[in-house]
C-alpha cells in the first residue's frame, strides 16, 4: 500500500464512496418521498450505519474485519434495510405526487452530491488535516483497531465508546484507510445544510433577498462558531451526534409538520423511517446517545398527535432504531454474556431500550384514551403535556437527588457560561431563547418553532437525568457534558434562524396591514 | 378615521416591536463574531493536526490494545477451563513490544501510559510474557526437548499463545518454529537444594 498522499485520499474517497452507496441503495425505494435533497442528505449517515452491522456479524461469526466480513455484514444490511424501505413505499394510489425530479436531473444529482462528498473525503485524507485527543487515539482508533484485529465487539466499545465510530473505523481500515478523518468535516456539511435547509423552510414566503440572506447567515454564524470549527475536524462523537441529531428532526419536521400541505401520506412513512434510522445512529455514536434518543422520540409523539398522523406512522420511526439497537446490544450481550462498566451496563442499555420501545408504543395510542386523547390531539396540548411532564420528571428528581443534581448543575451552567469553551454562545442562546418566548406575540412562532424549542429542552432535561445520576462532571471544555452540549448548537442556531424569519414576516405583515394591502 | 388610525399606532407598535427585536438578534449575531475575535483565547478544544504519524501511532495501540484484551480473553478462559496456573504467556515479537506503549509525549499533548491493566482484571498478578525468541528449527528444538509432557498449549488469536503446567517455574524457555504453527516449552531442571 502506498502512503503517497494521492493513494490515502484514494482510499478515503473509496471508503467513503462506498458508505454513501449504501446510503443510496438502502433509501432508493423511498426517493420520490423524500426528494432530492431529503434523499441525498440522508444517504451518507444511513451508510454509516451499515459498519455496527458488519461489527455484528464479525462478533457472530468469530472473524476480523475483512473484505469478507464487511461484504457478508453489508447483505443483511442491505436487505433487511430495502426490505423495509420497500414496504414503507408502496408509491400508493392516495400516496400522492412523486416528489422526485426527472432523470437527467436526477443522475445530475448523484453525480454532484457523490463527487463533493468524495471530493471532501479525498482533500481531507489526502491532506491528513484532524484533531485530535486523548479519546480519540487512546479509545477510538485504538478500539477501531481491536474491531478491525479480532472481530469482537468488547465490554469496552459496548458499555464506553459506542458502535458507530470503532466500527467505521475499522471498516475503513479494510479500505486501506490509516486514520479515518473524513466523516467529521463530511458530517459538518450535512450540519450546514439541514439548517440552511431549515431555516430557509421557515421564510417561506418572504422576499427572495430575505430568504437567501436569513439562511446564510444564520449558517454562517454557526460556522464561524469556535466549538463547531472544532467538532468538524476532532475525532470524537459530537459532530456525529449533532448531524443525526439534526437529521431526525428535519425529518420529523417533513414527516409531521408538513411545509406545504396536504401531504402525501407515503411521504409520513418515508420521512419516518429516515428519523428512525437517524435516532438509531445518535444512540450508537455513544453510550449516553441511548438517552438522548428519547429527544427525537418525543417529538415525534408530540408531533404526532399534532398532525394528528396516524399511530403506524410511528412504526416506521420504533422499527429502524429498535432494530439498530437490538441488533448491536444483543450481539455484544451474546459475545460477553453481559458487561459491566461505569458508563453503560449491559442491563442499563437493556433498560433504556425497552423504555424508549414503552414510550414509542405508549406515544403511538395516546390519542386513543378516552377524554384525553383528543384533548392531546388538539392544539398545542400535547406540547403543553410533554413540557409539563418533563419539569415535573425534573423537579422530583431534584427533590430526591438535591445534592447530585444541585452539583451537576452548577457545574453544567459553569461550563456552558465560562469554562466550556463556548465563549458567549450559551449566554446569546439563553438570551434569544427567553427573548423569543417573551415576545412572542410579535413573531408569532408556528408550531415547528415550538417544537424546535421543545427538542432543545428536552436535551437539556435528559442532560441533566444523565449527568446528574453519573459522573457530576468538571469546569473543563474536556468535560463530558461541555462536549455533549454541542450535539443541540444546530438546533438551536435553526431556531434563531425561525425567529429572525418570523420577525421578518411580522414587519412585512405589519406594513402591509398599514398600507391596507 | 379614528378607528384607522388606532390600526396605524397598532401596526407601527408591532413595526417598533420587530425593529427592538431585530436589534437584539443582532447584538446576539454580534457576540458571537466577537468571539471570532476572541477565537486563540477561548478555543481549548484539541488543536488541527496532520494524521499522518498519528495514524501509525493509534495502530500500534490499537494493536496492543488487541493483544492486551486477547490474552485477557486467553488467561480467563485458561483459568476458568485449564484451572491451571498460566505459566507464560506467549505473544508475537511484533506485538509483545507494544504491551507496553509509553506514549506522554504523544502527538506533543497527551500523557498517558497503557500498561497491562486489561489484563490486571482476570488475574490480579501479571503473568510471565515471553514472545517467540529465539526461534528454533524443529530439529534444533527436538535436542532441547525435554521428555517434560506436563504443560498445557492453546493457542489464540493474533498468534498468543497460553502455557500452563502444573509445576510453575520461573525456568521454562519457549520456542517454536519459523511459521508459529507450534510452541515448545523447555523446564530447566531445578538446581539441587544446597545443604545446609
Excluded at chain 2, 457576540?31 to 499522518?52: E, G, K, N, Q, S
Aim: net charge neutral.
Amino acid at each position: 500500500m502506498s502512503d503517497s498522499p494521492a493513494a490515502v485520499a484514494s482510499l478515503g474517497a473509496a471508503y467513503t464512496l462506498t458508505t454513501l452507496g449504501l446510503g443510496w441503495v438502502v433509501l432508493f425505494p423511498l426517493r420520490q418521498r423524500l426528494g432530492i435533497v431529503g434523499y441525498h442528505l440522508a444517504s451518507y449517515p444511513t451508510g454509516l450505519l451499515a459498519w455496527p452491522v458488519v461489527a455484528c456479524v464479525s462478533s457472530l461469526v468469530g472473524q476480523p474485519f475483512g473484505v469478507e466480513t464487511v461484504f457478508f455484514g453489508v447483505l443483511p444490511y442491505l436487505f433487511f434495510g430495502l426490505l423495509f424501505a420497500r414496504s414503507l413505499a408502496p408509491v400508493s394510489k392516495s400516496g400522492g405526487e412523486s416528489v422526485w425530479p426527472r432523470e437527467s436531473r436526477a443522475v445530475a444529482s448523484y453525480v454532484i452530491w457523490g463527487v463533493g462528498i468524495c471530493g471532501i473525503a479525498a482533500v481531507v485524507q489526502g491532506t491528513g488535516a484532524t484533531a485530535v485527543g486523548y479519546d480519540s487515539v487512546f479509545h477510538y482508533a485504538a478500539w477501531g483497531s481491536w474491531l478491525d484485529l479480532t472481530g469482537k465487539i468488547g465490554a469496552e466499545i459496548a458499555g464506553a465508546y459506542g458502535a458507530l465510530i470503532p466500527s467505521a473505523i475499522a471498516a475503513s481500515r479494510v479500505f486501506g484507510v490509516g486514520w479515518l478523518a473524513s466523516p467529521w468535516p463530511i458530517l459538518a456539511l450535512h450540519v450546514v445544510a439541514i439548517v440552511g435547509v431549515g431555516v430557509r423552510e421557515a421564510t417561506r414566503g418572504l422576499a427572495r433577498v430575505w430568504r437567501i440572506a436569513i439562511p446564510a447567515i444564520t449558517v454562517a454564524l454557526m460556522v464561524a462558531s469556535a466549538p463547531f470549527l472544532a467538532h468538524s475536524i476532532y475525532l470524537h462523537s459530537h459532530m456525529i451526534s449533532a448531524a443525526y441529531l439534526a437529521l431526525a428532526l428535519m425529518a420529523l419536521r417533513h414527516a409531521f409538520v408538513p411545509i406545504q400541505p396536504p401531504f402525501a401520506e407515503d411521504a409520513v412513512f418515508a420521512w419516518c423511517f429516515v428519523a428512525g434510522v437517524a435516532t438509531a445512529g445518535l444512540a450508537l455514536a455513544r453510550p449516553d446517545g441511548l438517552a438522548y434518543a428519547l429527544v427525537p422520540l418525543a417529538v415525534a409523539v408530540v408531533a404526532r398527535l399534532h398532525g394528528p398522523r396516524p399511530a403506524r406512522t410511528l412504526t416506521a420511526f420504533l422499527v429502524p432504531l429498535l432494530a439498530f439497537l437490538g441488533l448491536f446490544y444483543g450481539t455484544a450481550f451474546l459475545e460477553t454474556r453481559g458487561w459491566g462498566g461505569d458508563k453503560l451496563t449491559a442491563k442499563t442499555a437493556a433498560a433504556v431500550i425497552v423504555a424508549l420501545a414503552i414510550v414509542g408504543i405508549a406515544g403511538a395510542f395516546l390519542d386513543r384514551i378516552p377524554h384525553a386523547g383528543p384533548w392531546l390531539a388538539s392544539r398545542r396540548h400535547a406540547l403543553l403535556a410533554a413540557t409539563v411532564l418533563n419539569a415535573v420528571a425534573l423537579i422530583g428528581l431534584f427533590l430526591v437527588r438535591t445534592e447530585e443534581l444541585r452539583a451537576t448543575t452548577t457545574i453544567m451552567f459553569g461550563n456552558l457560561t465560562e469554562h466550556g469553551g463556548y465563549g458567549s454562545l450559551w449566554v446569546v442562546a439563553a438570551a434569544m431563547i427567553v427573548l423569543s418566548v417573551a415576545w412572542a406575540r410579535v413573531w408569532r412562532p408556528d408550531t415547528w418553532s415550538l417544537l424546535l424549542l421543545f427538542a432543545i429542552g428536552q436535551f437539556f432535561a435528559v442532560a441533566v437525568v444523565v449527568h446528574g445520576l453519573g459522573h457530576p462532571g468538571r469546569l473543563s471544555p474536556a468535560d463530558s457534558f461541555a462536549r455533549v452540549a454541542f450535539h443541540v448548537v444546530p438546533l438551536v442556531f435553526w431556531y434563531g434562524g425561525s425567529i429572525a424569519a418570523g420577525l421578518t414576516r411580522a414587519w412585512h405583515e405589519s406594513r402591509d396591514a398599514e398600507e391596507g394591502r | 378615521m379614528a378607528g384607522r388610525q388606532s390600526g396605524t399606532r397598532g401596526q407601527s407598535r408591532v413595526r417598533a416591536s420587530v425593529l427592538v427585536a431585530w436589534l437584539l438578534l443582532a447584538a446576539c449575531a454580534g457576540a458571537l463574531l466577537w468571539d471570532l475575535v476572541r477565537l486563540p483565547d477561548m478555543y481549548a478544544f484539541p488543536r488541527p493536526t496532520r494524521a499522518i504519524e498519528i495514524g501509525d501511532a493509534a495502530e500500534d495501540i490499537g494493536r496492543a490494545r488487541a493483544v492486551n484484551a486477547v490474552v485477557g480473553d486467553a488467561v480467563q478462559r485458561e483459568t476458568e477451563y485449564v484451572g491451571g496456573q498460566i505459566d507464560v504467556l506467549l505473544v508475537p515479537e511484533d506485538l509483545a513490544s507494544l504491551l507496553d506503549v509509553d506514549a506522554d509525549v504523544f502527538a506533543g499533548r497527551e500523557q498517558a501510559t497503557l500498561d497491562r491493566r486489561l489484563m490486571r482484571p482476570f488475574i490480579g498478578v501479571m503473568p510471565k510474557v515471553g514472545d517467540y525468541d529465539p526461534v528454533l528449527t524443529r530439529e534444533q528444538v527436538a535436542e532441547f526437548r525435554a521428555p517434560d509432557g506436563e504443560h498445557v498449549v492453546h493457542r489464540y488469536p493474533l498468534g498468543v499463545y497460553t502455557v500452563a503446567h502444573d509445576r510453575p517455574s520461573d525456568s521454562a524457555s519457549v520456542y517454536t518454529d519459523p511459521t508459529h504453527s507450534e510452541v515448545w516449552i523447555i523446564f530447566e531442571p531445578s538446581p539441587p537444594e544446597s545443604a545446609p
